[in-house]
């Protein structure tokens, strides 16, 4: 039988305007989303006006809009506002790019109303409307020098009901592309209204940073909430300035991260603050602290990065000596589950299966977040490694009795069973038919685990 040809320009060209007329008409007719799109496109025939006035309507009526909308009708109107934003991209702004980012701006700011009237736990409402804040930096090239200057008034417009940040995200998106001129008068604009906007703050350090004045960044830090204030931001921004020994206090501003759960490990900001620090010592000279700084940061949270700075800058052998020191540490990190996936992603799998055999009673089968990637990842050349993890995690769904997890469970115990004749002789676990001994014994009476594996339980 032929193959069916992939659609493509050079696929459909030769069946012909009339042909494709015809399907783009059936389509339209049974997709409102798809109808819009066309004739938007045959409005564009009469110019940039026919389009704008077509979006213009659509606009008004979200705006206007207050009525609920009913869940099931969620997908049609994230198909909707799809069609709006390519309507306003694709065929408005190559006509017209200053009306168009007009119209862009106009039509993020309708994210309020939409996001009150109905619930989008799927996503798809927020995804359009994020769509739409990447599409404006794309607009502002085609704007000549006197419609750029109009931007700060069309930006600050549109900030006072962003109660999602969208807005404001346009806003930074859009500040690289500015002249500093412009950027002057956007950073007024903002500077006004710190008092009402707390996200105001951030644009204006995007404005500092692109005029590259880490003076008026530090100054604005002081003046975010506690909680987004960056101390190693600005170390680095003073590092990229040359202004070392400044960066160095800022770095040494941050205290280690606290968790509050053990098995979690060092938050990742304290690697963060190590590499920083690191580059600044490197950066004054001090290569050895650099490097004992690296090396002690890796050892206390295993963060790749650190290590990889660390052994970037050592010779040929002496590289390979610290990788062997590096993998011992690893297997003896205090948090099992981060020697794991450190050693996985390095990638260093031979290491990885010997962590696991080492600390068999070690694996909480409740980290499913983890545990099925990495037996899997282990399981074609350490089956012995990857039978202790897929046993963790099928006793602790059955240790819960987790019945909504049986599915699940079945599944570990079938690869178990694959797994079982690799083993190797003296891998130290125990065997298949052991195993499942004890499992019946243990949970014999959980009917709903063993019809799924297809095997009846022991009689009582």
């Given at each position: 039988m032929?193959?069916?040809?992939?659609?493509?320009?050079?696929?459909?060209?030769?069946?012909?305007?009339?042909?494709?007329?015809?399907?783009?008409?059936?389509?339209?007719?049974?997709?409102?989303?798809?109808?819009?799109?066309?004739?938007?496109?045959?409005?564009?025939?009469?110019?940039?006006?026919?389009?704008?006035?077509?979006?213009?309507?659509r606009l008004s009526a979200l705006e206007r809009a207050r009525a609920m909308v009913p869940w099931e009708k969620e997908r049609a109107l994230a198909a909707d506002l799809g069609a709006t934003l390519a309507t306003i991209v694709d065929e408005l702004a190559p006509r017209g790019a200053a009306v168009a980012l007009g119209l862009l701006l106009r039509f993020i700011a309708t994210h309020n109303g939409v996001f009150g009237r109905i619930d989008d736990s799927s996503g798809r409402i927020q995804a359009v409307y994020?769509?739409?804040?990447?599409?404006?930096?794309?607009?502002?090239?085609?704007?000549?020098?006197?419609?750029?200057?109009?931007?700060?008034?069309?930006?600050?417009?549109g900030l006072s009901p962003d109660s999602h940040g969208l807005c404001h995200r346009a806003a930074a998106r859009v500040a690289p592309l500015l002249p500093p001129p412009v950027l002057d008068r956007l950073d007024a604009g903002l500077s006004e209204r710190m008092a009402e906007d707390?996200?105001?703050?951030?644009?204006?350090?995007?404005?500092?940073?692109?005029?590259?004045?880490v003076d008026r960044a530090i100054a604005l830090e002081p003046q975010r909430p506690e909680w987004r204030q960056d101390p190693l931001a600005m170390a680095e921004r003073l590092l990229a300035a040359g202004r070392l020994d400044e960066a160095l206090a800022w770095c040494r501003r941050v205290p280690p991260s606290r968790r509050p759960r053990a098995d979690m490990g060092p938050a990742p900001a304290d690697a963060r603050r190590t590499g920083v620090e690191a580059r600044i010592l490197e950066a004054r000279g001090e290569a050895d602290a650099a490097q004992a700084l690296r090396w002690d940061g890796f050892g206390k949270t295993l963060d790749a990065a650190l290590l990889r700075e660390h052994v970037s800058r050592l010779g040929d052998f002496d590289d390979e000596e610290a990788l062997d020191r590096a993998f011992a540490i690893a297997r003896g990190f205090p948090v099992a589950l981060i020697a794991l996936t450190f050693l996985l992603d390095w990638p260093r799998p031979d290491e990885a299966a010997r962590l696991v055999l080492e600390r068999v009673r070690e694996w909480d089968g409740g980290r499913y977040d983890v545990l099925p990637g990495a037996a899997a990842a282990l399981a074609e050349k350490s089956p012995a490694a990857a039978t202790v993890l897929y046993r963790a995690l099928l006793d602790d769904i059955l240790s819960a009795a987790r019945s909504s997890a049986y599915g699940h469970a079945a599944q570990y115990f079938r690869t178990l069973q694959d797994l079982a004749g690799r083993l190797p002789n003296g891998a130290g676990v125990e065997t298949h038919d052991a195993y499942v001994a004890g499992l019946r014994q243990m949970h014999g009476r959980k009917a709903g685990f063993w019809s799924r594996v297809r095997e009846d339980p022991p009689e009582r």
């Open positions: 032929p193959r069916t040809p992939p659609l493509s320009l050079e696929s459909l060209v030769p069946l012909g305007a009339e042909k494709l007329a015809a399907l783009v008409l059936t389509a339209a007719a049974n997709d409102p989303a798809f109808r819009k799109r066309v004739v938007a496109a045959l409005a564009g025939a009469g110019g940039a006006g026919q389009i704008a006035k077509m979006v213009e309507r994020h769509d739409a804040v990447e599409a404006v930096a794309g607009l502002v090239p085609a704007l000549t020098s006197e419609e750029r200057e109009l931007l700060p008034d069309r930006l600050l417009d707390r996200d105001a703050i951030e644009i204006r350090l995007v404005i500092a940073d692109v005029l590259g004045d």
